[in-house]
């Protein structure tokens, strides 16, 4: 074995049987855990599924694609704080507790939310409408920098085996809020008129997503911490000993993170592309969304079982090639034959692709640093990916699609992450993880 490598709980066989408290432990971690995640994606997905609306109504000085450039820029904006969000939340995680950390990330979560729920449009104040949604999306990005890292970590570290499965849950939970997201959108676009959607209706998912906060908060302030940060020793700076001595990790995290994030901001996209690109109805970008999300909501699980038996670099890497080869291919037929379906059928492949690679995606992670270091590095890590490769996603495309005039620009931009991302999966296998 490698000496760069870190022997982690997941490598190592267990000491005693499972008892049933643990598995108790366990499952309600899972419960806390992804109530927050729930919430964090389902406020992202709710506000890229909406943009064109959002668009309309906080960016009336411009119109078509400029107003959605500066409505992707201030969703773009909330992911340039997310490492600073990771680096603060993560190193408190790692000093004060998981618990203590994720109390306060769904804290500042809710309150991000409900400041698009209730902000008063550019018709009412103005220019200081688009200010409001700048505000929101920093105080999302911010909390959201530090809720996959401590959370992972947290599910990591209650799971007495298995942990792949239960760190799977991570994943899952964004399939949930990618379901319910998707399915507000194709109800509220489908039943409601414009003037109505315009007028409230796009309110609607936000201030259900804020109703979320205060369980959230109140399940993880009951949970007990978790026996690994308590037995372990903390360092003085958990952000300096990640950086300073663990850069190659860190570089290599956010690399294995790209395709899981380009393919769930691909289909966040979908429903702006199918109404401005492809001349399709509002509603027809969310039908593959609400099967993408119950895809992932139902099948990451399975996959997480499979990673704790063959690794989790076997499954993501055959996701890889599968995205490699797939993508050109279905959007060429996608733009040359627009369609309802052929939409769906796309956003489907692409759930499929991102439930096999995003499923192994935690435990991996979490093997790549150790316990004292680990909700720093894992929220370093995955946000720096998410930065670069996702979260400008939307904003890329969108200017990619003007500047070519192409529409197969999505599928190479795809492609391109997907090959570092296939290049980060061989260097943590080759360097830093058992299997």
């Not at 099967?291 to 909501?297: A, E, N, P, R, Y």
């Not at 990673?307 to 890889?320: K, L």
């Not at 034959?337 to 439930?355: D, F, Y």
């Amino acid at each position: 074995m490698s000496t760069n490598r870190i022997r982690t709980a997941e490598a190592l066989p267990s000491a005693a049987p499972t008892t049933e408290e643990q598995r108790r432990v366990a499952t309600r971690a899972v419960v806390a855990a992804s109530v927050g995640n729930a919430l964090e994606w389902f406020d992202i997905i709710v506000y890229a599924s909406f943009a064109v609306v959002i668009s309309k109504l906080f960016f009336p000085e411009t119109s078509g694609v400029t107003a959605l450039l500066y409505t992707f820029g201030a969703f773009g904006v909330s992911y340039l704080i997310r490492p600073l969000g990771a680096m603060v939340l993560g190193s408190y995680g790692d000093r004060a507790g998981r618990k203590a950390a994720l109390t306060l990330t769904i804290a500042i979560m809710t309150v991000g939310t409900a400041i698009m729920g209730f902000a008063p449009t550019a018709a009412t104040i103005g220019t200081g409408a688009g200010l409001l949604i700048l505000l929101s999306r920093l105080l999302q990005g911010f909390s959201a920098g530090g809720e996959f890292g401590t959370a992972t970590a947290f599910l990591i570290e209650h799971a007495p085996d298995r942990k792949a499965f239960y760190a799977s849950w991570q994943v899952a939970t964004q399939g949930a809020s990618m379901f319910l997201a998707s399915l507000f959108g194709f109800g509220l676009n489908s039943w409601l008129t414009t003037e109505q959607l315009e007028s409230w209706g796009w309110r609607v998912p936000f201030l259900f997503g804020m109703l979320i906060g205060p369980v959230g908060f109140y399940i993880r302030s009951r949970m007990s911490e978790t026996p690994d940060f308590v037995e372990s020793e903390t360092v003085k700076s958990p952000l300096w000993s990640t950086i300073g001595h663990h850069t190659g990790r860190v570089v290599t995290g956010a690399a294995c993170v790209g395709l899981a994030t380009i393919s769930v901001y691909l289909i966040l996209y979908m429903p702006t592309f199918a109404v401005k690109s492809l001349g399709l109805p509002a509603s027809a970008g969310y039908l593959g969304g609400i099967i993408s999300g119950l895809v992932t909501l139902v099948g990451v699980p399975y996959v997480g079982t499979l990673a704790d038996r063959v690794g989790p670099v076997v499954i993501m890497r055959a996701a890889t090639v599968a995205a490699i080869v797939l993508a050109w291919p279905m959007f060429a037929l996608l733009v040359a034959n627009p369609s309802i379906w052929g939409l769906t059928v796309v956003e489907v492949v692409l759930g499929i692709i991102m439930a096999l690679y995003f499923g192994p995606l935690p435990a991996l992670l979490s093997e790549l640093f150790p316990t004292q270091i680990r909700t720093t590095g894992l929220s370093v890590s995955y946000n720096l990916g998410v930065t670069l490769f996702g979260g400008f996603a939307p904003l890329v495309l969108t200017w990619l699609i003007s500047r070519t005039g192409s529409l197969m620009s999505p599928s190479i931009y795809y492609i391109a992450i997907a090959l570092l991302s296939l290049v980060g999966l061989f260097v943590a296998r080759s360097k830093y993880v058992t299997r």
